[in-house]
Each structure stands twice: as C-alpha cells, then as structure tokens.
C-alpha cells in the first residue's frame, strides 16, 4: 500500500509542470488557502520561506510520514531554515517525490521564489484525496506537540551542557563574585533587549525592500509586455506595400514623436481625417 502511495505521489508531482494552471493561482488564494488549512493569519507568501508550512501541509496531506517534532515554526535564521527543508527533502524521497527544492532562494525570502514553491504545493495537496481535508486533522495541536517535544530535547542538552559547566567550575564562590555576575548578566540582557528593537526594524526594513522589488519586478514585466506590442506594430508599419496607407502614417507619427505633447496626436488624427474625408468625396461621386 505504501509503494502505491509513493507511486501515485512521484505521479501526481512529475505531472505538474511549469505550464500547469497551479502557477498562475494568485497569491491571496494561496494565502487564504494556507490560513484555512493551518489555521494560521499569514499576509505575505514570503512569511512561508521558513520551509515549516510546507512541512505541515505535507503532514495534512500523509499524516506520520512529517516528523513534526524536528519543525521549527520559530526558524528566523537561515540555518534554522535549512533544517526544516532537510526535513521536506526527507518526506519527499520517502514519498518519492521528484521535486527539486530551491532551498538558497527560498531561505532567502525572495516573493516570487516563495510564491512557485507553495503554488506548486497546492497543486500537489488538491490532487490528494481531491483535495479534501482531513477533518481529524488539528493543525494547531500537530505544531504544538512538535514545539513541546522539541522544546523538551533542548531543555534536556541545555541540562546536560549546565552539568557540565558546573562540574569544571569551582564550588567556592564568594559574594563579590556572585554580585560582579549578575551585574554583567544584567548589562547582557540590556544589549540583548537593544539588539532585539534593532532586529526587528532591520527586518521591518527588509520587507519594505521586498515589496518595492516586487512592484519594480511588475513594472519591468508590464513595461516589457507593451514595448514589445509597440515594436509589432512598428515592425507592422515598415511594410513596404503598407507604408503610404495614411493610417500607417497617422501611426508612425505618434510612433516616432519626440514631443510630450498632443501634437503628434493631433497631427495624426488630422492625417486620418483627411484620409476618411478623401474616401467619402470619391464614393459621392
């Protein structure tokens, strides 16, 4: 039974290429299907780049196969990240899935990486039992187990690492001592609290940057999209047998205007009123 699931998973993954209607879902539907599923409130496909989603959504769609206590849903680091992709990469050979995982551009928070990567997730979800969802399923139960039992094994080493610091450090400690270390611990928690307040506007910063390099990415593809409309209509224009239809003309000359004004416009519009005027005297006579 396993052997057919894994089969039936490399199937449905392979079978979703790059034309497939999965890439041109938006990414407020994306979001909205995220937020439903794992009752979370995420507002930017790029709060997905931890790779924990990801591995939820495959937990939701092959209940056991996700080790749910190795995702950290509190990854902010790159190396952090990249664990829980490992983990992904783990359940995809298992599933035999062939799907190659863009870890460097994901880690990185880049929208529009991010944004393929869960439209092609959705994709793979809806093809599993049509895309219904496992009502037994508690999204918020699954990841607070997995934050428990991994919570536990690091209180557990950190125990350990204590003991151990302990056992070479001298029993003897005077009170002058003792006064100097908790004057230090509090100038490193005072730090700390400053580094924090810088952490989070650096990162407010960064998403800023995110999205004006997504409306200049959108910019660029719309500006793109009509210079190449204007550069058929000119190549269109050069026809040698087209070249003294006037309104060839007409076109030409809001083509290759200099001005900013209306005057190409207007003289063009007087080119095609003439041509119209013309017609109509000779179909009168």
């Known amino acids: ?15 979703i290429g790059i034309m497939d209607g999965a890439y041109f879902v938006g990414r407020n539907e994306i979001l909205a299907w995220i937020n439903a599923r794992l009752h979370l409130s995420l507002s930017r496909v790029e709060e997905a780049a931890s790779g924990a989603v990801q591995c939820q959504m495959m937990d939701m769609a092959h209940p056991g196969v996700v080790p749910m206590h190795k995702v950290n849903f509190d990854a902010k680091t790159e190396y952090d990240m990249i664990q829980n992709y490992k983990v992904l990469q783990d359940v995809f050979n298992k599933l035999k899935i062939t799907k190659h995982i863009e870890v460097n551009k994901l880690v990185k928070g880049r929208p529009l990486d991010n944004l393929e990567c869960l439209q092609w997730l959705k994709r793979y979800c809806d093809s599993i039992n049509g895309g219904l969802m496992n009502e037994n399923y508690d999204p918020v ?20 690492s204590l003991q151990t610091n302990n056992s070479l450090s001298s029993p003897a400690s005077s009170n002058g001592v003792i006064g100097n270390k908790i004057s230090v611990s509090g100038t490193k928690q005072g730090k700390q609290g400053g580094a924090a307040d810088a952490s989070l506007e650096l990162q ?10 997504l409306s200049v990415d959108s910019l660029e593809k ?15 224009c050069q ?6 239809f006037p309104m060839v003309v007409a076109v030409k000359k809001i083509l290759y205007s200099a001005d900013q004004n209306d005057t190409a416009l207007a003289e063009a519009q007087q080119i095609v ?6 017609h109509q005297q000779i179909d009168f006579e």
């Open 1 to 15: 039974m396993r052997r057919d699931i894994n089969n039936t998973s490399d199937l449905m993954a392979t079978s």
């Open 141 to 160: 139960e699954r990841r607070s187990k997995g934050g428990k039992e991994r919570n536990s094994k690091a209180s557990q080493k950190n125990s350990k």
């Open 204 to 213: 407010r910063l960064k998403n800023e940057v995110t999205d004006l390099k």
């Open 222 to 236: 719309e500006r793109d999209f009509y210079f190449a409309k204007l550069r058929d209509i000119e190549l269109l």
């Open 239 to 244: 026809t040698p047998e087209l070249d003294n």
């Open 273 to 278: 009123s003439h041509s119209i005027n013309n």
